[in-house]
């Protein structure tokens, strides 16, 4: 599993996080990328702490598996799109607000798989 995102996005942008799945295999396989699997943390970079301000396993609106079949030798791609709203574990009240201009630090985390991370900028104007 890879990570992709844009450097940076405007104001007026909603974020795009692209979970990618490559096959390298010779037989077709599946990739889960529902939110227990697949989890995506966005973190601020030079932060107070470390925690997440939004992750993709806090509320999620269908939190089953979501598995994807890969063919042999093929790559697909699982889009996530964020809205910039802030996010608290087990569907408790997040801040209010949303996340504002400066750098941000994605994360992706599934089992078996590296960490992968990736960083983009949300521009002031």
């Not at 007026?12 to 697949?38: M, R, V, Y």
């Not at 993709?56 to 079949?69: E, H, I, R, V, Y």
Request: charged letters at 20%; one cysteine or more; aromatic letters at 6%.
């Amino acid at each position: 599993m890879s990570l992709r995102t844009k450097v940076s996005y405007g104001p007026d942008d909603k974020p795009k996080f692209e979970l990618i799945a490559k096959n390298t295999s010779s037989t077709t396989c599946k990739a889960d990328f529902g939110p227990k699997s697949a989890v995506l943390t966005v973190t601020e970079a030079g932060g107070e702490d470390d925690d997440p301000i939004w992750s993709s396993k806090d509320c999620p609106a269908a939190a089953g598996p979501l598995f994807l079949k890969v063919p042999a030798g093929a790559t697909v791609i699982h889009t996530v799109d964020w809205n910039r709203t802030l996010s608290a574990p087990g569907c408790a009240t997040p801040p209010a607000g949303k996340a504002g201009p400066g750098t941000y630090l994605l994360e992706a985390k599934a089992p078996g798989e590296p960490v992968q991370r990736a960083s983009f900028v949300l521009a002031k104007d």
